[in-house]
């Protein structure tokens, strides 16, 4: 989602309904994206990736989708529970370089 | 296997005020970041150390410094404090070596307030 400063956007979902949430990246040079999770007061923690040379990537309940054409990720969250709640950000890494660079964030709420 | 810890957890300081912000890192990875977290908003890089020996700026490096003491630690260095330096501050880690990736390992982070 765009970035809108102190007002994150937000996805409610019902429990055991998928979740889709979204992320433009601003960098056709950027060859790795990865998915955090962030919990309130607790560092982001590693979701799943994808390299540029693939379109998408199956974990656990979750999948994320590339579209480099439309540089566009989105991560998929199958059944989603109330332990999904967060917020949920991609980073993206520059093409020879080492360094990350990250969105401003989606807020995803799972209504019990 | 702690992976990557940050001291301290909270800290306050008035402006003006110097302090050094601790990262270490038992992976054995080369890289190493700083990002700092503003309320709402995503992860800003404020300088990164690709390996031992070697920094660079990333996107907000203004007011900071930092050392990469040694493949372990990475310290950040705020020299006079502002109120716009009241942020979380995160450290992480990664490895990159020839084809394989691996993604950012992150600290709990250091709460930040400069009144």
């Known amino acids: 989602g765009e970035s809108v400063g102190l007002h994150l956007p937000t996805l409610s979902v019902q429990e055991g309904d998928n979740s889709i949430i979204n992320c433009a990246y601003s960098?056709?040079?950027?060859?790795?994206f990865i998915w955090y999770k962030q919990e309130s007061g607790k560092g982001p923690q590693f979701i799943i990736d994808?390299?540029?040379?693939?379109d998408k990537r199956q974990g656990q309940r979750v999948t994320v989708l590339l579209n480099k054409t439309v540089k566009h990720l989105s991560l998929q969250i199958a059944a989603t529970q109330p332990g999904d709640s967060a917020v949920y950000f991609c980073?993206?890494?520059?093409?020879?370089?080492?360094?990350?660079?990250f969105g401003s964030g989606t807020k995803l709420n799972v209504k019990p | 296997n702690a992976g990557v810890t940050q001291t301290p957890k909270f800290q306050v300081l008035k402006t003006g005020q110097s302090m050094t912000l601790q990262c270490a890192q038992d992976m054995n990875h080369n890289s190493m970041y700083w990002y700092r977290q503003d309320p709402g908003m995503g992860l800003r890089l404020i300088y990164y150390?690709?390996?031992?020996?070697?920094?660079d700026k990333g996107e907000v490096p203004n007011g900071y410094n930092v050392s990469r003491l040694n493949k372990r630690e990475f310290s950040l260095r705020l020299e006079s404090a502002a109120p716009s330096q009241t942020s979380v501050y995160f450290c992480?880690?990664?490895?990159?070596?020839?084809?394989?990736?691996?993604?950012?390992?992150f600290g709990n982070g250091t709460r930040l307030t400069v009144t």
């Open positions: 960098n056709s040079a950027s060859d790795y």
């Open positions: 150390s690709a390996s031992e020996g070697t920094t």
């Open positions: 980073a993206e890494r520059l093409y020879n370089f080492n360094k990350f660079y």
């Open positions: 992480a880690s990664s490895e990159r070596t020839g084809g394989n990736n691996s993604p950012l390992h």
């Open positions: 994808i390299r540029s040379n693939m």
